[in-house]
């Protein structure tokens, strides 16, 4: 079985593969090396199953260097260092009583104050804190991913809203209350510069990063968090809800962007408008995601540079109308390169994109609750008018959890109700 994946090695002689890559020379003094070497396995199957994560690990501590920080720059936390520790102490292997007395000894005296727990107390383990579950979030959910930056800035400021709320620094995760939990959410919903929905998805952020430990942290699996449920005031949630276009607001919205943005913007727009899409889907599309024979739609998935928001985001959307004449254009654009919008599939791309749209669209219109994403909200206001069901609404905005009704059959058949309903919607003939 040949392996054709990038940085793959065989050391001569050798029945072990690892992941090998030469590190730019701008960056080896950061880094402190001047190559990446990591294990993968001693079989193919082995370097299958690990590639990904060893080469998220690569590209992260690449990145790392490049903003001029160390990936492990961040401090250890007590469980960081009890592990380490005992790491330590099990390579040092059995020793006589004597050995392990003088040993401790040494250790007391020179202030080696982990390896001496490890060594006399082994059982004396750190709970776990939230620092730990962050760190494990953030290594597992986060690193690797095509907005990784955004991601680790947002996860940073939910944690320090935590330790200010709470005024104990670092809080052990089993020591976290219900009480705990409407404290964080009250000390947020203070902040004036934070509005209600922020909160909100901060609040998600915390649930994300804290179920995520519950289920992978020996220490703490099973236990259920006081965040779940906690919930901002709906009445005040509805007030920071996006607004569709009016057809007077979308006409001249529409307008300005066709007559003033790029090509590629001018394209992406015709796209949002007539697919109900979020922008990073749209952004991030590769050209073979992009089907204009037979069944015209696209086929959104994960990408390593993209992914999705949740199971039902992964989805084919028809393709009808001037989007489908947007996404002709864009593929006769994007030539034989593999990214429908080069210049916009990368990192921060799809918040690029939106944020020159934006200035286009306040130019024509001045409520603040319609922006870029309110094309989504129209194209689900003209799916009900048309009295398209809702879970077919769902297959086409990704709005269901994955999870369509069996009575619209496979693949083929969804994408057929789903191009039907959406020509019946926008009112465009088959």
């Known amino acids: 079985m040949n392996i054709n994946l990038p940085y793959v090695h065989q050391p001569a002689g050798k029945t072990h593969y690892r992941y090998r890559r030469k590190v730019p020379a701008f960056l080896r003094q950061a880094l402190g090396k001047t190559e990446i070497i990591l294990p993968l396995g001693r079989t193919p199957a082995e370097v299958l199953r690990h590639y990904d994560r060893v080469h998220r690990q690569a590209e992260a501590e690449l990145k790392a260097a490049t903003k001029g920080q160390s990936a492990k720059a961040q401090p250890k936390t007590d469980l960081e260092r009890y592990q380490w520790a005992t790491r330590q102490v099990a390579e040092w292997g059995p020793m006589t009583s004597d050995v392990a007395d003088a040993l401790a000894d040494h250790l007391e005296e020179t202030g080696q104050v982990e390896l001496y727990r490890a060594l006399v107390v082994p059982d004396r383990k750190p709970e776990p804190t939230l620092a730990d579950a962050v760190k494990l979030y953030l290594k597992e959910k986060v690193e690797g991913t095509a907005d990784e930056t955004k991601k680790r800035q947002r996860v940073e400021r939910v944690q320090g809203h935590v330790k200010k709320a709470l005024g104990r620094g670092d809080p052990q995760i089993r020591s976290l209350t219900k009480a705990d939990a409407r404290e ?9 510069d ?8 901060y609040l998600n952020d915390l649930r994300a990063i804290l179920n995520y430990a519950s289920g992978e942290m020996d220490e703490v699996r099973g236990w259920l968090s ?18 569709p276009f009016t057809e007077g607001q979308l006409k001249a919205a529409r307008a300005r962007v066709l007559g003033h943005a790029s090509a590629d913007l001018q394209r992406i727009w015709r796209m949002l408008e007539q697919t109900g899409c979020r922008l990073a889907e749209v952004t991030g599309l590769m050209v073979e995601d992009v089907h204009v024979d037979g069944i015209t739609y696209l086929d959104l998935k994960v990408h390593p540079h993209r992914r999705l928001k949740n199971a039902g985001s992964v989805r084919r959307v028809p393709l009808v109308g001037d989007a489908l004449k947007a996404a002709q254009e864009a593929l006769k654009a994007a030539g034989e390169g593999a990214m429908l919008f080069e210049t916009y599939a990368r990192e921060g791309g799809a918040t690029a994109a939106s944020a020159t749209l934006m200035k286009h669209v306040r130019k024509v219109v001045a409520d603040r609750k319609v922006t870029v994403h309110s094309l989504r909200h129209t194209l689900k206001d003209k799916l009900v008018r048309a009295d398209v069901p809702e ?11 994955g999870a369509v009704s069996e009575a619209y059959g496979g693949p083929e058949a969804r994408l057929e109700v789903a191009t039907r309903a959406l020509r019946k919607a926008l009112q465009v003939a088959s």
């Open 391 to 401: 879970a077919v609404q769902n297959m086409i905005l990704g709005h269901s959890s």
């Open 226 to 243: 006081p965040f779940n449920g906690l919930e901002v005031k709906k009445q005040t949630l509805a007030k920071e809800d996006r607004k």
């Open 194 to 201: 934070m509005a209600p929905a922020t909160v909100h998805r």
């Open 184 to 192: 964080v959410r009250d000390h947020m919903l203070a902040d004036k």
